[in-house]
């Protein structure tokens, strides 16, 4: 671990290249007013921190900037703590407290919103809590000549649907068993306690319709996979766009794969996570993302956060996503006790 003085070192260094962009020389750290040492004793600084995978140099005349590693180490203990100013958190409180009905999916779709807008990048919603959703209502829609769309509606205000395609046309009578069937097994139970098992069982107790139907409960089984995987959800994709410090080819190949995202996060990490363009096989070079968990029962409900590229005001940003998965567990917290 460098020593304090190569710290500030490096902390000036990220500080100054978040703000330019540019390449930053020992000159431009030892004009800063709380730097008291010499731009060769600087130089010297720099050039250890660069051995230690903390700074590189783009070009042989040209100064220093982080490597990833030096940013991570940013974050995690030299940036400066900023508190959200009482506007910026009057900003996110609204984009909570109005939400009409204010189910988990609602929340975070509205807190994404919000904060979209105060980051000026997208925004990620991974994982809303399908763990603690129960079935509230299952239903089969005939739609044309052997058609059928699964229609799924859970305790989080998620809906998911199916087209099923069948040998053949159900009665009004096969219809009417089927829809009685899945609401008297399925209404009131937990999304993840839907196992393979215990929906191959739902099949063989169809008895003689179990030729028939056992297609729609394959549909039923497949939307609940569904919301058990990892599932992904951007906003604000056109402030990416619409930068030029990252690739707009490269944005548009993760929109089209964004499932790999689910991947690449730790499912039990409990606290802030921050990964940036090198982690993995992450499609967009010279990016961040900072995600925070959601939590409810003392468990890991969701998380929500932030793409952006890899020259962001972390210490402005991050505490906008701690607030505001903060309030989103609170709010569904005391939803749950009420």
């Known amino acids: 671990m460098p020593d304090d003085r190569k710290l500030k070192i490096l902390a000036a260094v990220v500080n100054e290249y978040i703000l330019t962009g540019e ?42 900037i982080p490597t990833f ?16 100013t009482d506007e910026e958190k009057a900003v996110l409180d609204r984009a909570l407290d109005e939400v009409e009905v204010p ?24 994982n809303v809590t399908p763990q603690f959703s129960v079935i509230t209502k299952v239903e089969v829609i005939p739609t044309g000549k052997r058609m059928y769309v699964l229609l799924m509606i859970t305790s989080s205000g998620t809906i998911k649907n199916k087209v099923c ?8 009578e096969q219809l009417e068993f089927f829809s009685h069937y899945v609401s008297e097994s399925l209404s009131g139970v937990a999304v993840d306690s839907l196992s393979d098992e215990m929906m191959a069982k ?30 992904v959800h951007l906003g ?13 080819n490269e944005v548009v190949r993760f929109i089209e794969q964004k499932n790999q995202l689910s991947q690449m996060l730790d499912e039990s990490f409990s606290g802030l996570q921050v990964l940036f363009g090198d982690d993995g096989n992450f499609i967009v070079n010279n990016s961040s993302v900072i995600m925070s968990p959601i939590h409810k029962s003392g468990k ?3 998380s ?5 590229p890899l020259r962001l005001d972390y210490s402005r940003i991050i505490p906008y996503i701690e607030y505001l998965t903060g309030r989103i567990t609170d709010l569904i917290s005391d939803d749950e006790e009420e």
């Open 304 to 308: 929500l956060g932030i793409i952006g």
């Open 165 to 172: 395609r069948l040998e053949f046309d159900l009665s009004n």
């Open 23 to 64: 390449p930053v020389g020992s000159k431009a750290i030892a004009a800063l007013p709380d730097i008291k040492v010499s731009p060769a004793t600087i130089r010297n600084d720099m050039a250890v921190l660069e051995q230690l995978g903390y700074l590189e140099q783009p070009h042989t005349s040209a100064g220093r």
């Open 236 to 248: 604000g994709e056109k402030n990416l766009l619409t930068r030029t410090d990252v690739s707009t």
């Open 202 to 231: 739902l099949t063989e107790a169809l008895g003689t319709y179990m030729m028939t139907l056992s297609p729609l409960i394959k549909g039923v089984s497949d939307i609940v996979r569904d919301l058990c995987e990892g599932d």
């Open 69 to 84: 590693s030096g940013f991570r180490l940013y974050i995690e203990q030299l940036m400066p703590q900023r508190n959200i």
């Open 103 to 126: 189910t988990e999916d609602a929340l975070i779709e509205s807190a994404s919103k919000a904060l979209a807008e105060l980051t000026n990048c997208a925004t990620v919603v991974s």
């Open 300 to 302: 890991k409900a969701g």
